[in-house]
């Protein structure tokens, strides 16, 4: 069964390459099928409307506001703020840097992010500004090597695993045409799907669907698509959505998949690269953490690093806040009008006394743990067919603190691939050294242990890439995607937090009101901005 599939896979990549060059058919729609019709709708139309309520803010374009948070949300709603004309805006920041989960560190003369890596179609702010604030290069990521077994490691193109999860599905289609046909038809079955349920709208999220909608969606992501019978997306989504540690999709809320998942990414990841467009996945050149730190310099933003906020008290005879925060050994306090807080708000509880209504919503967030650790290895004798891996044995085991995702920085920013990588033909850095740097993602659901994170990275290591003499450089343990359950999120809870905003003088932004992207939080605060309207 195992050679059938194989064979089939490698069959499909030959024909739907085939059909690419000469007819300019792709993987899930063609020039005259109707999820290439639906896809132009979605386009054309989007943006179009919009159902969110106007919501209060600053008074006045001399309000004193405070921002909590220098990372992506902060730095990002701040430099809108002052574009618009505010001109009295401070962030505090509890860390000595900018940049939040946006972290680059810088080793062997070559950026490696611990933290923000990916862009894809639909960043559109974040590529306006990289070119706005001269941040670097936009560069296409290679495509994945995934690895379906562990005791005898296959990898394939993202692709080909895929067409393998086809085979299981559907062991009578032998047929190459008939294969990707099948596949066409369920990524226009989804782009249909998504149009009907939510029709066209700017940004992440969409406006409150209707009561019948939410009910639809009282499920998980996988049991959506098995409902629809487009499970055979399994493959591409869990390579667009779970690897990157946005949940496994057979318990995060379908709601959540499709907010991520929208039909121009899906049909944009499904479309086989070509020579012009290497890939529709992008990372910068300079890394993300320089944006945002490019954009707090040029634009001179108040920012006070290590100056953790330690409480915040709303005063009892005028509508403004006292802020006490933590400077240079000794506690300091300043007054302000108007707050705005970009961490994790379960957590913010303990420092900002919450009206009892946003205090329940966000009592209810439960987050996992994305540990990113950058290592110096050899080479390895079981290398893949691109600097970049995902262990797919892993994630569907499940297990505590295993490895998910490797990839090669300098390797993915130089786009060495197939042979040339697997050979280990080149050096893995400007240095010439024939070491491999790289950051390895393991995922856990309980706060891991460094010791046992280093046990399974060195068993990944040894076992898996057979490569020896691992050397850690840096580690990073996240508090990752602070989400909602299904039932809560089928129940609108997203939107009601939105219809809180700017009640009791307080904005709520961050991963924790939409999701865990820098392209979602950023999103959401030009969300927050289009429905605010500031009368002076």
Known sequence: ???????????????????????GMVIGFSSVDETRSLLEQYNAHEGSHSSFPKIKGP??????????????????????????????????????????????????RVPHEMGTVYAQPDYTEIYRLVKEFDAGRIL????????????????LSNLQSNLQILASLRPDITNVTVAAVYIQQAIGKYVGLHSQMFGSYEGELM?????????????????????????????????????????????????????????RFLTAVATPPSPEVKSVVKILSKGFQFLWSEIARQFNLNVKLSSPVRQV??????????????????????????????????????????DPKAQELFSRTFNYYYTTTLADTDYGANRGLSPQDYFTFNINSKEESSVWVHRDSYSSLKYITDANYTSGMYPDGP??????????????????SRQTLTRKLKDHILNVEKATNLKIKDRMIWNYFPRYSVSDMAMGIL??????????????????????????????????????????
């Open 140 to 155: 296409p990521m290679p495509s994945p090597t995934v690895w379906i077994n562990k005791e005898h490691p296959t990898p």
């Open 1 to 23: 069964m195992r050679a059938v599939m194989a064979t089939l896979s490698t069959a499909v990549i030959c024909v739907l390459t085939v059909c690419c060059i000469h007819t």
């Open 313 to 354: 008290m709303r005063l009892k005879h005028s509508d403004g806040f006292y802020v006490k925060y933590w400077k240079c050994g000794r506690l300091h306090g300043a007054m302000f009008d108007f707050i705005i807080t970009s961490p994790t708000m379960k957590f913010m509880s303990n420092v900002i006394n919450f």
């Open 207 to 263: 406006p409150r669907p209707s009561s019948v909608v939410l009910s639809q969606l009282n499920m998980t992501f996988l049991e959506f698509l098995k409902f629809h019978d487009i499970e055979v997306l399994k493959g591409l989504i869990v390579s667009a959505m779970t690897a990157q540690g946005y949940g496994h999709i057979d318990e995060i809320s379908a709601l959540y998949g499709m907010m991520w998942v929208t039909p």
């Open 431 to 448: 240095d010439g050294l024939y070491t491999q740097s790289s950051v390895y993602y393991q995922f856990s659901k309980e706060r891991p």
């Open 59 to 108: 008074k006045s374009k001399h309000d004193k506001i405070a921002i909590i948070g220098a990372g992506p949300a902060g730095i990002h709603m701040a430099y809108k703020l002052k574009a618009a004309g505010y001109t009295n805006v401070t962030i505090f920041e509890m860390k000595s840097f900018i940049g939040g989960k946006s972290v680059t560190r810088y080793h062997r």
């Open 495 to 536: 939107w009601d937090i939105f219809d809180i905003q700017g009640e009791h003088g307080i904005w709520y932004i961050g991963s924790s009101v939409s999701f865990e992207s820098v392209k979602s939080v950023v999103d959401y605060n030009n969300l927050l901005l289009r429905q605010f309207v500031c009368n002076n």
